[in-house]
């Protein structure tokens, strides 16, 4: 079945820096994909849409300039955390369209999440 | 904007059935799916219905929609340990975006 490849699974960094996360599709190509966040005790929050060679459609409330989204080939999309604080610890969560198949149910496929820790 | 509800938290004897209940807003959902995920991991898709459906049975699991009260449910017979985890109720919207609930954990007692 198709699967998502979300990594690094867990990530420690300095307040200031900033963090990429990558999301692959590995058997099926996928013109988007899809950014979640998770807080504690909380729902996932969809944080913006990707979109393979445009720019991603971001959620009401997400800054585009801290989020930066790049979806540059059908299989890869990438979310980096610019100049992070500690209030962007979170777990992130990304999920693949797979437009080659069925497009039903199934078609969505969710990564393994990444847990960002900003110290 | 749309919503969709659940309880917190459910706790179950072993063995027992456990019922997950989950209401939505958006009247035009085409699909309706049940997460789990575990501690630590990711989303798996457990089961899914599509909106024209008011039944839907997978081994130990059924799914029940009303679709004029926008309720879901989600049933688990004969509940094992390894079931306790959170479960998310979800509805794809119509610009196919996913929306999630905040998620029930599900606590199991022996």
């Known amino acids: 079945g198709a699967v998502v490849s979300q990594h690094p699974s867990r990530v420690i960094c300095k307040s200031g820096t900033s963090v990429k996360i990558e999301c692959r599709s590995l058997?099926?190509?996928?013109?988007?994909m899809f950014w979640y966040r998770q807080f504690p005790k909380k729902s996932l929050m969809l944080m913006a849409t990707s979109n393979e060679g445009s720019k991603a459609t971001y959620e009401q409330g997400v800054e585009k300039d801290k989020f930066l989204i790049n979806h540059a080939s059908l299989t890869l999309s990438t979310l980096t955390v610019t100049s992070a604080h500690p209030e962007d610890s979170s777990f992130y969560i990304c999920?693949?369209?797979?437009?080659?198949?069925?497009?039903?149910?199934?078609?969505?496929?969710f990564g393994s999440g990444t847990r960002l820790t900003v110290v | 904007g749309e919503d969709v509800e659940q309880s917190l938290f459910l706790s179950v004897r072993e063995g027992d059935s456990s019922v997950i209940n989950c209401t939505y807003t958006?009247?035009?959902?085409?699909?309706l799916y049940w997460y789990k995920q575990e501690p630590g991991a990711g989303l798996q898709l457990l089961t899914y219905?599509?909106?024209?459906?008011d039944m839907k049975q997978d081994q130990r699991l059924t799914v029940l929609l009303n679709k004029k009260d926008k309720h879901l449910s989600l049933r688990i017979a004969d509940t094992q340990t390894g079931d306790s985890a959170i479960y998310f109720c979800?509805?794809?919207?119509?610009?196919?975006?996913?929306?999630f609930g905040k998620g029930t954990r599900l606590h199991i007692l022996p």
């Open positions: 958006d009247s035009s959902s085409t699909y």
């Open positions: 219905i599509f909106s024209n459906m």
């Open positions: 999920s693949a369209r797979d437009e080659g198949g069925w497009r039903g149910a199934y078609g969505y496929t």
């Open positions: 979800a509805e794809r919207e119509r610009d196919d975006k996913i929306i």
């Open positions: 058997d099926f190509q996928a013109t988007t």
